[in-house]
């Protein structure tokens, strides 16, 4: 059995954030993934899409209705706004997700690789 609690600040993560985000849609990983620095919404589409070679191709819809959610669930934050564009950043909870989603993934990676 694999425990994925998370303390922040000396308490466990809020459970409907980890009900929530673990595990994590592919939007919401690589949201949190290129927010690691300030973006805006098309710049995380540009950004997905390089990064996935035009695998995944994040939709307007998709994406700004994950940003709203991601900030009102504390993950990400305003920054500024540039050129009529809002600039998120992930925050230090986002954060911690970010990684729990990741040690899940190398978790199901090394299963994977004993099993093959």
Known sequence: MYRTDIYLEGRVMDPHIKKVYVPMTETAFFILLCLRTPNHGYGIVQRVEELTAG???LTPGTMYGSLSKMEKDRLI?????EEKRKLYQITDLGLEVLE???????RLYKIAREVM
Do not use: N, Q
């Open 55 to 57: 695998g995944i191709r």
């Open 77 to 81: 934050r305003f920054v500024r706004e």
């Open 100 to 106: 729990l989603e990741l040690k899940r993934i190398e």
